[in-house]
């Protein structure tokens, strides 16, 4: 099993920023793509950022150019950037982690963390 356990998020007001830690322990041999999801209230979960195990990135429109998603291969971490933050970000952001295929699940193995909340004030 891959364990992600997450930090950094909090209340910071509109133009602060907040970077956001994720760690991956366990069976960590083979996570390749990491990425950074949110949840609004009463809104689906959405994709923040992705980057893969060889650094290229995707970003939502929405984030673009204020947020970076970054990762340490070494320590296993991946890390979220938060710039000019607006109230429109907050929402609780979830970890994600894809690691090998799952021949049971007929899928890769998805792994989440359990969500950190970030609120930004207006």
């Known amino acids: 099993q891959v364990q992600l356990v997450e930090s950094g998020g909090g209340l910071v007001q509109a133009g602060g920023f907040l970077r956001l830690s994720c760690a991956a322990s366990g069976s960590i041999r083979r996570l390749n793509a990491m990425a950074w999801y949110r949840q609004a209230p009463g809104k689906q979960r959405e994709l923040v950022a992705r980057?893969?195990?060889?650094?290229?990135?995707n970003y939502a429109d929405s984030v673009k150019g204020r947020f970076t998603i970054s990762r340490d291969n070494a320590k296993n971490t991946v890390y979220l950037q938060m710039n000019s933050l607006k109230p429109e970000d907050t929402a609780v952001y979830y970890c994600?982690?894809?690691?090998?295929?799952?021949?049971?699940?007929?899928?890769?193995?998805?792994?989440w963390g359990q969500g950190t909340r970030v609120t930004v004030s207006s």
């Open positions: 994600n982690a894809l690691g090998g295929w799952d021949n049971a699940l007929g899928d890769w193995d998805n792994y």
């Open positions: 980057i893969t195990r060889g650094g290229s990135t």
